[in-house]
């Protein structure tokens, strides 16, 4: 198990290329199991999690082979074979789940383990569940496993989500573009996730509208094709290295960045005061002036502030000027990078889903330990920023959601390493 050693170095100057969206791949690969024909995705993370999600199509008979070093992924599910998506796999990653929709759109008939529990949230799938029911599936939950048969195939239905779910919401996408009729699926989610998923279908012969709105209408089709498609901007990353040089000053360029994919957060590091200038190959990003601002952050669905950044603005706020307040109203347990911080000299006070950042001047490097993706990579923001050395150990959090960090971060003036774990 490695570790990665940061010591903070100053400002960060220099060019990041950000990536095809982890969250939009791992929902654009089930969506080969839909059709018989070729679905070919470009601009592929190299990521652990997708990799995860290759073994999980292949052992179901589908192939995937990565092409250009990983970034380009050939998929057919013309051979599917089985229909069983095994508990060693979907235990290692949630969007496992998502094998659910498309199997028993194109097949009529799906076993899937249910996911299990996560460090942020006991993160159930009912709302999955009750998609399929709607849809017209017997389901049998037994030995961890959730049994689900189609007699007749899928009938389109109105689904009407009493919480955004963007899981729920994807598989109940896929399973409408095979459906009989109609589906509307109301307070659906709106990430630039869910409208790349919608656009790839599209490509494949699906009929749909209104994705990136709260309703998405459905009509089913008989059959869909192949297609090839790019993944959209990863916006997590993007956010995420948006925030180093805000933390540490310096001015980054980053590469493919686009801000219609942030929501409120671009809103959220101008108040603090970081400024984000669109370019003909991105967006630049530098403070303002020196040191930022305490903002106040609530965490909410798209187009709001992104969960999935929320750790990494607790790291820039424990340096700001003043008192912020976080709240997270996605998951009920995504604070755990908050006694990391602490220790490197933040003073962060966890009140429930309220956490209350007092910013310091510095912060001091420390050995600090990853608990989940987003917390990994919060510290090593807040490594950059610090005085010293910082050690983060259990960094294979870090390599399920990030292509290369340390390449990207050194490249622009950081002082960061891979180290085998002491
Ligand atoms: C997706 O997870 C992302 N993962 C998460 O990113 C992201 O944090 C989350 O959406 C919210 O934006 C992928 O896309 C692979 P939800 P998902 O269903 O779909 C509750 C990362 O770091 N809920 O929108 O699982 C759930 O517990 C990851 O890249 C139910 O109650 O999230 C949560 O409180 C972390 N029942 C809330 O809804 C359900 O059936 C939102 O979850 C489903 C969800």
């Known amino acids: 198990m490695d570790s990665i050693l940061v010591r903070g170095n100053g400002p960060l100057n220099g060019v990041i290329p950000i990536a095809g969206a982890k969250n939009a791949c791992l929902a654009l690969m089930p969506a080969t199991l839909l059709s018989d024909e070729p679905l070919t995705l ?20 589908a192939e995937v082979t990565g092409l250009q070093d990983g970034k380009v992924l050939a998929m057919s599910s013309h051979d599917l074979n089985n229909l069983t998506a095994d508990y060693d796999i979907v235990r290692k ?8 929709g498309p199997l028993l759109a ?3 008939r799906a076993v899937v383990s249910l996911p299990g529990g996560c460090a942020i949230g006991a993160r159930p799938v009912d709302l999955h569940l009750k998609a399929m029911e ?23 239905a109105v689904i009407d989500f009493p919480i955004v779910s963007v899981g729920a919401t994807e598989n109940a996408l896929m399973a409408a573009t095979l459906a009989k009729g109609t589906t509307e699926i109301r307070n659906a989610a709106r990430e630039p996730e869910i409208v790349d998923l919608a656009q790839c279908l599209r490509k494949m012969g699906a009929q749909i509208e209104g ?18 498609h790019p ?11 948006m925030l180093a040089p805000a933390i540490c ?11 219609d994919l942030l929501g409120r957060f ?26 930022v601002s305490a903002v106040d952050v609530v965490t909410e669905p798209f187009p709001g502030f992104p969960t999935d950044l929320q750790a990494q603005m607790m790291a820039l706020l424990a340096t700001a000027d003043g008192v912020s307040v976080l709240e997270e109203r996605i998951f009920e347990n995504r604070f755990m990078h908050a006694p990391e911080l602490n220790r490197m000299g933040a003073q962060i006070e966890v009140h429930g889903g309220h956490a209350t950042v007092t910013g310091v001047e510095k912060l001091r490097g420390a050995r600090v330990m990853a608990t989940d993706l987003r917390a990994s990579v919060s510290l090593i923001l807040a490594a950059l920023a610090a005085e010293g050395e910082t050690l983060v150990g259990r960094v294979y959090h870090l390599d399920r959601g990030y292509e290369r960090v340390e390449e990207k971060l050194s490249a622009c003036g950081a002082l960061i390493e891979r180290v085998p774990s002491p």
């Not at 993370?45 to 052992?59: E, G, H, K, V």
């Not at 994705?211 to 090839?228: K, Q, Y």
């Not at 993944?231 to 290295?241: A, S």
């Open 211 to 228: 994705e990136g709105s709260p309703t998405i209408r459905i009509e089913g089709v008989d059959r869909l094709t192949g297609a090839t």
């Open 106 to 108: 194109r097949a009529g």
């Open 231 to 241: 993944v959209v901007t990863d916006r997590i990353e993007l956010g995420t290295y």
């Open 266 to 291: 671009c809103e959220k590091l101008d108040a603090a005061g970081v400024s984000v200038e669109e370019t003909e190959r991105g967006m630049k990003v530098k403070r303002k002036n020196g040191r």
């Open 93 to 100: 990653m949630r969007a496992s789940f998502l094998v659910l």
């Open 134 to 156: 709607a849809l017209g599936a017997d389901l049998d939950l037994r030995e961890g496993y959730v049994h689900a048969e189609a007699k007749g195939g899928l009938k389109g």
């Open 42 to 61: 470009t601009n592929a993370p190299r990521l652990s999690d997708i990799r995860t999600m290759t073994l999980l199509l292949q052992s179901l008979g």
């Open 249 to 259: 000053g310096g001015e980054v360029e980053l590469l493919g960045g686009r801000i």
